[in-house]
Nanobody
Framework: QVQLRESGGGLVQAGASLRLSCAAS????????MGWFRQASGKEREFVAA????????DYADSVKGRFTISRDNAKSTVYLQMSSLKPEDTAVYYC?????????????????WGQGTQVTVSS
């Protein structure tokens, strides 16, 4: 069991940047693959990015490649999502997720713990 809490969301103009943070309460943070998902109003939750336990390997949805960067600081038990060149289509609630494993998964049901979400709104 791990508790996650996202922060850093907000209202920004198209083209702006935001950095989301996810603080984990797990004692063994390095045992978790971490991911970011997002859910727009009326849509299904979708994969955004994932990062391996030591932060060596990352994976991104095609829609955010080149714009978003996932990273982690294991000393702080925190994972980040740096979002640049934001578009109105990025508007969604962003969720941090954790899974007990090694592989970087992309499906919601492959992650066992979730944060409460943080709203990101990008105006045109």
């Amino acid at each position: 069991q791990v508790q996650l809490r996202e922060s850093g969301g907000g209202l920004v103009q198209a083209g702006a940047s935001l950095r989301l943070s996810c603080a984990a309460s797990a004692r063994a943070f390095t045992s978790y693959v971490m991911g970011w998902f997002r859910q727009a109003s009326g849509k299904e939750r979708e994969f955004v990015a994932a990062i391996s336990r030591q932060g060596i390997t990352t994976d991104y949805a095609d829609s955010v490649k080149g714009r978003f960067t996932i990273s982690r600081d294991n000393a702080k038990s925190t994972v980040y999502l740096q979002m640049s060149s934001l578009k109105p289509e990025d508007t969604a609630v962003y969720y941090c997720a954790a899974r007990s494993g090694v592989r970087l998964r992309k499906l919601v049901n492959e992650y066992g713990a979730w944060g409460q979400g943080t709203q990101v709104t990008v105006s045109s």
